[in-house]
């Protein structure tokens, strides 16, 4: 970022013309001090002008009049006189109706190196928002289209550069991370309109599909107080230079103090230049993020939501862009821990604790420990009306595949690399793969439903782990199964220890530190054998 207003800058990359050199403008203005504060602004603006546009209002009859005699070269002046009236704009339509003129990286070069810059590789077209998400140009022939009809015909205009970020996405997807660069208005006077136009900027990022990492910055002239009058940074979008934690030598990037504008006798610093930044979603682990990071509660029985267990698709979508709103974390992998494991949370780095209760639309019931995705009880399905059962969710074909496929339910590579780590680690004689099998409970077995586990094949039992598995394989996760065995279920009518709770919590605690040693390695390593997230292609 320059230190000083980037008005008097180097133009945005792609941006036609050169720009006349403010300074100079400046300079050829005397007056008083007062005057001089108020010149530099308009001098930024004629700077501007000949980069791109910032935001157009014209008047549609004025418009309309001229475009019927419109030759190529009035065309050209029409421009430059629109340009001139853009300070006194207002507009207030969807965005959808809003035309973008961008600078966009041609398809070719799209999986190039990360280091080569695609900044280069620009062309001038006009999109409409909708093309401008997804990648799509107006021109697919490549042709330059520096007037596109659209891009007159409507009164308001905010021109946009896109362009994509080589590197940021570390599969180098051409679609997910976009950047949007622009020049809102300027000037003190101009503030309205310019918080009309960040509003508009703020919606279009707001709105971007989910897996698009969406970056917006440029000279926005934005003073602090008016991002608080807006209310504030919208939920998920943030502002880059807050994130790095704000550091104090880059807070200004108009600078009169420190510049080499010497024609503003008094010191101005105002942070006009602004990033703001808004992460795509992780598609796959959305509908598990409430099991990410959370603190387990403390409350044995945390929260009950009667007839509430309302999981639409609509619903999961709130929930899940709710959650995403409140992190920047954009998890890859998700941690549904068992009994007594709430440890492995409490030692997370850089964690961020939310409430199940304050989570919208989450359907459970918390015991603590473990996160139910089911509220089961002798009958689950009747006790959640539209029940956020594992079979419920399967029935919306818009979670993933209608009838999702199980004999591969844990992941063959990731199973193999657990069992190399544990290996390493030294805990092999701890460790068996074995048929695992989930009754709901939530009581232990009687011997006669203990026998019957056993004839039909079950090496262990447990009262979780299934749902979760089946949601997150129907949601195209990879996953790996741990379990931790902690008591021996009787088979035997004349034995008599019994099993309960607390002999559970205890031994759980007690292999606590081992399973998060074969966790964390496991976490470390697991990109190296299995895309965790298989791209659920119905995901929305
Ligand atoms: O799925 P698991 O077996 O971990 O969950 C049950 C419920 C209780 O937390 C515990 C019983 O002691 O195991
Ligand atoms: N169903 C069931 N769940 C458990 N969780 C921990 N131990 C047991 C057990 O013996 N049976």
């Not at 910055?217 to 979008?237: F, H």
């Not at 698709?313 to 709430?342: N, Q």
Request: net charge positive; aromatic share 6%.
């Amino acid at each position: 970022m320059a230190k000083s207003h980037t008005c008097s800058g180097e133009p945005p990359v792609g941006t036609k013309g050169n720009p006349s050199s403010p300074v100079d403008k400046v300079n050829g203005k005397t007056g008083k001090k007062k005057k001089n504060k108020r010149r530099q602004r308009p001098a930024c603006q004629n700077a501007t002008d000949s980069l791109c546009s910032s935001v157009t209002v014209e008047d549609q009859s004025k418009q309309t009049k001229k475009r019927s005699a419109r030759s190529k070269q009035e065309k050209s002046a029409q421009q430059t006189s629109d340009r001139s009236n853009r300070e006194q704009s207002t507009q207030t339509e969807s965005p959808e109706s809003v035309q973008t003129q961008i600078e966009t990286p041609s398809d070719q070069g799209i999986h190039s190196p990360a280091t080569e810059s695609k900044s280069t590789q620009t062309l001038k077209t006009s999109f409409t928002l909708h093309q401008a998400y997804w990648g799509k140009s107006s021109t697919d022939d490549g042709s330059v289209d520096e007037l596109a009809p659209q891009s007159i015909s409507i009164s308001n205009q905010l021109t946009v550069i896109s362009w994509n970020i080589d590197g940021l996405d570390l599969e180098n997807v051409y679609s997910r991370s976009k950047g949007l660069l622009s020049h809102l208005g300027n000037c003190k006077a101009n503030s309205q309109e310019r918080l009309n136009q960040l509003r508009r900027v703020w919606k279009w990022m707001k709105e971007a599909p989910l897996d698009h990492t969406v970056i917006f910055g440029g000279d926005t002239n934005l003073r602090d107080w008016e991002v608080k009058k807006l209310g504030g940074l919208p939920n998920g979008i943030f502002d880059v230079w807050e994130m790095l934690g704000e550091p104090e030598e880059s807070r200004y990037t108009w600078d009169t103090s420190i510049n080499d504008n010497k024609e503003i006798p008094n010191s101005i610093r105002i942070r006009f230049d602004r990033l703001f930044f808004r992460p795509a979603g992780a598609q796959d682990t959305r509908f598990f993020l409430g099991a990410v990071c959370l603190r387990l509660p403390e409350a044995e029985i945390m929260h009950t939501k009667e007839n509430s267990c309302c999981c639409s698709f609509e619903d999961c979508k709130l929930t899940t862009e709710w959650l995403l709103s409140r992190t920047r974390h954009r998890p890859k992998i998700a941690i549904v821990c068992g009994s007594g494991l709430g440890l492995l949370a409490e030692n997370a780095s850089n964690k961020q604790d939310v409430r199940y209760e304050d989570i919208p639309n989450f359907p459970f019931l918390v015991m603590r420990g473990v996160l139910y995705l089911v509220t089961s009880k002798a009958n689950p399905v009747s006790s959640c009306k539209e029940g956020f059962t594992s079979t419920r969710v399967i029935q919306c074909a818009r979670f993933g595949i209608r009838f999702p496929c199980m004999s591969d339910a844990y992941s063959k590579a990731l199973r193999k690399l657990a069992l190399d780590i544990t290996a390493e680690l030294g805990y092999s004689n701890f460790v068996r793969e074995g048929v695992y099998c989930m009754v709901s409970g939530p009581n232990f077995e009687t011997i006669a439903e203990a026998r019957m586990l056993h004839i039909l094949g079950s090496d262990s039992v447990g009262m979780s782990t299934v749902p979760e598995v089946t949601v997150a394989k129907h949601c195209g996760l990879s996953v790996l199964g741990l379990s931790l065995i902690t008591n021996k279920v009787s088979l035997d009518y004349s034995r008599e220890e019994k099993v309960n709770h607390e002999e559970v919590l205890q031994i759980s605690k007690m292999r606590a530190e081992m399973l998060q040693n074969v966790l964390m390695t496991f976490i470390a390593r697991s990109h190296q054998v299995d895309p965790i997230n298989n791209n659920n292609p119905n995901a929305v």
